[in-house]
């Protein structure tokens, strides 16, 4: 009687637990040892070594930029190694960024002849506030100390090991454009290891970059026998479709040269920002980082990096303890269509003897429906509701705030909660069989699409296959004592693969994915009906994960003050119109404080002082702006060297020179304009594809350009028709808004930090150039 009573609290503990171990196992503890041979990756010296690297911003041109190069070929020169600085121009042919880059290289020689492994991170941090402690100074360290490591141990490679610690990665990729295009060293690159952040901790994630298909690049990081491999060929099917480029990028896409890149997002409100710093760095993250480089440098260098080029693609996912798990596309059709005749089958057989009906299976579908669409519905709109309702949740461009955990926590709760509510009444009058149906239809149709719309998602059929066995129990099998153990022992796999998946998404890409997470909660749940239903205090569980969901959002209200250890973002510029000798202040804030009010007063001016502005990577635009006193500050000379006309193309030479040493040169064009070429400083800008156009805009940036020296002339040289009108708008910006002498600016409190991703703390100067 007593195992009876506590089997369903076991079955409800063991779920709980196997959801806990699946986010626990994702990476190594944080502690550091400081015992540990002279050839194991040391924690304690790659930390000290990121204390060096973060002291101050080195955002690229900057001057603390050159003390942390020094110190990066310091470090790599004391391991015995020679240390070379790369110094190239580059452009970057899709956003037209540019500056003169200067690269960290070095390189190991092993005893063969064939490709060689290249190690990649980058060492400049973010414009203009960053410290860059994990993006990327925490891929620096783990190079440094994992190459000491490696050294240590006196192994020779048989593979050349090339370190590349790029520039200017945060500009657009233009260090590692340089390497690529131009140092003699990329032809011999076999393959590439990419260490990357886009926030301070969390577990890093496994992603590939190839032209080709993945089958032996997996079967390869299968092999390389990391501890704590994360990542699945659904991230790697949706990060092919994003926008989203790294160093690791150019090297596919330019030198036809396949990787990995290795990063972790979680905390990403510190992503490119002041608080992207030594204190806020996730130890285990760093030594998940340092897990996946010394497992890697260990195979990689000794295996042969010649022939991981593959047309078939492998539909991945990993697993505790075991690693990577994979099979071919081609089993993706003959798996999903197998189901579907199983399926049938059990439903033939379940009607002929008479363990499933047709009022059951309907009914069935009421709760699901009610469920999913109840919870996504609160997820998607209770989001626009919290940003309408605390306008400061706007000003984190990336879309994720500092209680973002704590709202994850509240919709996966909340979804939980409707679908015990909408169940309970079901569990009692309908048998597990029955209710079976409806989910087990719907993960069928969400496989049937993957199949044929985004393979790499397929290993979502694994769901399907217990739900299948759980079915063919409750046709087959008439005496069900037991099933509610196996039935639960059954889920185990399902919940350690699938339940990172929920928080992944809007960690990932903002809470704005928080209505995935509710509708994925809500499919999971019903994976567990089988269970859910035998247990008779499941009504209660509706109690207890609403106290759960409202525990959570208290939690999450509670952390909307701004603290020092959650700064408020916020941005100011100081733009003068050289044209119509005016100035302004603006901010891209939503939510004004007593730091921009100070520039914007209590009423400030809505949207921008004009239409033709650089915007962010996330297209935001300023928000405030107000009238400001003009001031005497030097304009860029902007000389037209030649204007002249051969054939059907025009031909114009541009000098643009910053007198006051500015950090950027961006130029916008007002009107549409299509280049048949276009040259920076000797450096043509390739094309993208076979138009008669280097490339085209109907208005927007033509260039964005980030001086490094003093004295820099920029030199600019484009081909367009000769009908072509050109109406470029020349912002100079500077971050001196705190050292201008100009200005007398109150500094921002402890508990504000500027703005990521949008010009911020600079004076701007607009110049115009119409021919």
Request: with cysteine.
């Amino acid at each position: 009687m007593f195992t009876k009573k506590f089997t369903p609290v076991l079955s409800f503990l063991i779920i709980i637990a196997a959801v806990y171990y699946s986010f626990y196992v994702q990476k190594p503890s944080n502690e550091i040892s400081k015992e540990i041979a002279n050839s194991e990756f040391s924690v304690e010296i790659a930390m000290q070594h990121l204390k060096e690297i973060s002291k101050e911003v080195h955002y690229t041109g900057s001057k603390n930029h050159a003390v942390v190069r020094n110190y990066i070929v310091s470090e790599i020169e004391k391991l015995g190694l020679d240390a070379q600085v790369q110094e190239q121009f580059s452009i970057n042919k899709k956003w037209r960024a540019a500056t003169n880059t200067k690269n960290i290289i070095s390189r190991i020689k092993g005893s063969g002849n064939g490709k060689a492994l290249l190690l990649l991170t980058h060492y400049d941090s973010s414009p203009h506030s960053s410290y860059g402690a994990a993006d990327a100074g925490s891929g620096v360290v783990t190079i440094l100390e994992g190459v000491r490591a490696f050294m240590a141990s006196n192994k020779k490679p048989i593979n050349d090991i090339i370190i590349c610690i790029s520039d200017a990665e945060e500009l657009g990729l233009l260090g590692a454009n340089a390497f690529v295009n131009n140092h003699p060293w990329a032809k011999d690159v076999g393959l590439v290891l990419n260490f990357e952040a886009r926030g301070s901790g969390g577990p890093s994630y496994m992603l590939l970059e190839t032209n080709g298909g993945n089958k032996k690049l997996i079967e390869a990081f299968h092999n390389s026998n990391a501890t704590h491999p994360i990542g699945n060929s659904l991230m790697y099917s949706i990060y092919k479709m994003l926008p989203n480029d790294t160093d690791l990028t150019v090297f596919r896409e330019d030198g036809n040269i396949d990787g990995f890149n290795f990063a972790f997002i979680g905390d990403h409100f510190d992503y490119h920002t002041a608080q992207d710093s030594y204190e806020r760095m996730d130890v285990s993250s760093l030594k998940h980082q340092a897990d996946y480089l010394m497992t890697g440098l260990n195979y990689f260098s000794n295996t042969d990096l010649t022939n991981l080029k593959a047309e078939e693609d492998f539909v991945f996912f990993d697993f505790p303890h075991y690693g990577t798990m994979y099979y071919p596309f081609s089993w993706v059709k003959i798996l999903f269509f197998g189901c579907v005749v199983i399926f049938l089958l059990l439903l033939g057989i379940g009607f002929s003897r008479k363990k499933l009906t047709i009022k059951g299976i309907g009914r069935g579908f009421v709760p699901l429906i009610l469920s999913l669409v109840t919870s996504g519905l609160l997820a998607h709109f209770g989001w626009k509701l919290a940003l309408k309702s605390f306008s400061k949740y706007n000003d984190f461009l990336h879309g994720f705030t500092y209680n973002g955990y704590f709202f994850i926590a509240f919709i996966v709760a909340i979804s939980l909660s409707i679908s015990f509510w909408f169940y309970k009444g079901f569990f009692k009058k309908r048998t597990i069989q029955d209710l079976l149906i409806a989910p087990l239809l719907l993960w069928l149709i969400i496989n049937g699409g993957i199949s044929f719309y985004l393979e790499g998602a397929s290993f979502f059929i694994i769901p399907v296959f217990v739900m299948l066995t759980i079915l063919a129990v409750q046709v087959f099998v008439d005496n069900k004592s037991g099933t509610l153990m196996f039935y639960t022992t059954l889920m185990i796999p399902t919940l350690l693969i699938f339940s990172p998946m929920i928080k992944m998404l809007p960690v990932g890409l903002g809470l704005k994915m928080l209505f995935i997470s509710a509708i994925f909660t809500v499919l999971m749940f019903t994976i567990l009906i089988p269970v859910f239903q035998q247990v008779k205090f499941n009504s209660k569980l509706s109690k207890l994960f609403l106290l759960v969901a409202i525990l959570a959002l208290f939690k999450s209200f509670s952390m909307n003050s701004f603290t020092e250890d959650r700064k408020k973002p916020n941005s100011i510029l100081y733009v003068l119109d050289d044209e119509k000798k005016e100035a302004f202040w603006g901010t891209y804030n939503h939510a004004l404080d007593d730091f921009t009010k100070q520039f914007l007063g209590n009423n400030p001016i809505e949207g921008s002082y004009d239409k033709n502005t650089t915007t962010s990577k996330y297209a935001t635009r300023i928000k405030y702006h107000q009238k400001a006193e003009l001031k005497q500050i030097q304009n860029p000379l902007v000389n037209v060297l030649s204007d002249t006309v051969i054939g059907n193309n025009r031909k114009i030479c541009l000098n643009v020179y910053s007198i006051r040493n500015a950090n950027k040169i961006e130029i916008i064009s007002k009107i549409p304009v299509k280049f048949k070429s276009f040259k920076v400083n000797e450096t043509s800008l390739q094309k993208i594809t076979e138009n008669e156009y280097v490339f085209e805009l109907q208005r927007g940036t033509v260039l964005s350009y980030y001086l490094t020296e003093e004295n820099e002339n920029i030199d600019i040289e484009f081909e367009v028709d000769i009908t072509q009108n050109i109406d470029f708008d020349i912002y100079e910006a500077k971050y001196d808004l705190f050292t201008n002498p100009h200005f007398n600016i109150e500094p921002r409190t402890k508990k504000m930090m500027p703005m990521p991703f949008v010009l911020n703390d600079a004076t701007v100067i607009k110049t115009k150039l119409k021919i």
